[in-house]
């Protein structure tokens, strides 16, 4: 298996095959050893899978952490990067735009079914160009339909456009075990909480409380998936105790910080249909 160390300066030109073809999708199978991509993107939309180990996607808009059984669709040339939490197998859909009519304009984590990881492997088996009438042509168009009725679990951090929030946001990411509550913060902004907590919930859609909890639980993702112990995470994120954590934890994605990675997660992703329904938006427009 070759494995790749991603650095601000690597090239994207092995990219280029796949978003050149006639094809409406290609598929890119590439490992790495930690590190990043530079801010770039592409004439096609992508979907952005993690085989295996995890990583951060990170756009203007906000980012993502994207673990196994999940992706991140990203439109037509968004500007945006990849960050390695660790060693990761990276398994890419490039989408032609006007092969994908209806589908999100806006970047968004995505649960990857079992059937849409199937069909990733099984376009991966195939030529980068396919034959497009053969067995890989349907594959392709079937993973085309798929995506269609794939869920949009909650697992984003949204970035504030104006510019004092977003450097606000920009400080608590860097700080997770800060304890500041939304009257100090208010205070140093020369502010009331009452006006920062409005300017939170329009700017990014959620409350103070639910958006730090957000980025405590993308921070903790990290840490998690390179084998950093529940206790020293807890710690890290500012918690009393890791039961707090813990119990945060599994109320946010519904499985214990120790079970989250052991392959649990995807199978309550593909058993409970009518709960993900309730819980999830579809895609299905």
């Not at 978003?19 to 991509?37: C, D, S």
Request: glycine residues 8%; negative net charge; proline residues 7%.
């Amino acid at each position: 298996m070759n494995w790749t160390i991603a650095s601000p300066e690597m090239t994207l030109c092995h990219d280029g095959e796949f978003q050149t073809l006639p094809h409406p999708v290609t598929a890119k199978a590439r490992n790495y050893r930690g590190g990043e991509t530079p801010i770039h993107s592409h004439p096609r939309a992508q979907l952005i899978y993690a085989g295996s180990g995890v990583m951060r996607v990170e756009t203007e808009a906000g980012c993502w952490v994207v673990p196994p059984v999940r992706g991140v669709w990203i439109p037509a040339d968004t500007a945006h990067r990849v960050i390695m939490l660790g060693t990761v197998e990276m398994r890419t859909l490039y989408i032609r735009p006007d092969a994908a009519p209806g589908l999100p304009d806006t970047c968004c984590l995505l649960e990857v079914s079992p059937l849409l990881r199937a069909l990733i492997l099984a376009l991966l088996d195939e030529p980068v160009a396919y034959d497009r009438e053969g067995r890989a042509g349907q594959i392709a168009a079937l993973a085309l339909c798929e995506l269609r009725f794939l869920k949009i679990p909650a697992l984003h951090l949204p970035m504030p456009g104006e510019r004092r929030l977003h450097r606000l946001c920009e400080e608590l990411i860097a700080n997770p075990e800060s304890r500041e509550t939304l009257e100090t913060l208010a205070e140093q902004q020369a502010t009331s909480s009452r006006t920062l907590a409005r300017q939170f919930q329009r700017e990014t859609g959620m409350s103070f409380r639910q958006w730090r909890q957000q980025a405590r639980l993308v921070e903790a993702l990290g840490h998690l998936a390179n084998g950093v112990s529940v206790a020293l995470v807890a710690e890290r994120l500012g918690y009393r105790s890791a039961s707090a954590f813990a119990a945060m934890f599994k109320r946010a994605l519904g499985l214990e910080p120790r079970r989250y990675f052991s392959g649990e997660a995807g199978a309550i992703a593909g058993e409970d249909h009518e709960a993900a329904d309730a819980e999830y938006p579809s895609l299905n427009f």
